[in-house]
């Protein structure tokens, strides 16, 4: 069973790239606090945040991707309304 992400036991969870964008809002937020803290490791938290940031967006974009080749393919999906998987086994 997926914890976060809809799937059959799951109908009601989230869209991946939309948990990814939270993830990544988050990240903005924590950063914001620090940006100006020029101790040296803040700056170090800070240029890894920047990191992870980019590496969450390259993922939002995959995310994002996917669920368009499988709407363009199948339509939308009914996994929220317990309908079949479009790809995959149940």
Partial sequence: MTRFLVSDENPTGYKLEDILSVIRADVLKRCAKIALDERVEAQHVVANNMEVLAHLTKA????????HVLNKAFGPSK???GGAPRIGVA
């Fill in 60 to 67: 939002i974009e995959l995310a994002k991707n996917s669920t």
């Fill in 79 to 81: 996994a929220g309304e």
